[in-house]
């Protein structure tokens, strides 16, 4: 069974940090991407971050470049995203999909089709 079990989040105040944390199991990890994405209260999903689990190559959106920094941890078979700088816009529920790294996997990331999902952890970013 493919589990993807998000942790880490929490309530901050603006300008602090959080660190998240994506455990995956059911599939071959190496295999993979993972991603990051959010939704805040009306407003559609995005992707925030993403990470090619083959050779580590990350990609950010515009809106987080700078202040966010997703990585992995292969023998864990986790994906983290630290979160600095937070801003009350971050406020969200944050999850994170997996999709295997076949063909123009990017575009699934970008445009949906990811193949697993979390049940998300919520960020709230507030004084």
């Known amino acids: 069974e493919v589990q993807l079990v998000e942790s880490g989040g929490g309530l901050v105040q603006p300008g602090g940090s959080l660190r998240l944390s994506c455990t995956a199991s059911?599939?071959?990890?190496?295999?993979?991407?993972i991603g990051w994405f959010r939704q805040a209260p009306g407003k559609e999903r995005e992707g925030v971050s993403c990470i090619s689990l083959s050779d580590g190559q990350p990609w950010h959106a515009h809106s987080v470049k700078g202040r966010f920094a997703i990585s992995s941890d292969n023998a864990k078979n986790t994906v983290y995203l630290q979160m600095n700088s937070l801003k009350p816009d971050d406020t969200g529920d944050y999850y994170c999909a997996a999709v295997k790294t076949v063909g123009t996997w990017f575009n699934k990331f970008t445009f949906g089709g990811m193949d697993y999902w979390g049940k998300g952890t919520p960020v709230t970013v507030s004084p």
């Open positions: 059911g599939f071959t990890f190496d295999d993979y991407a």
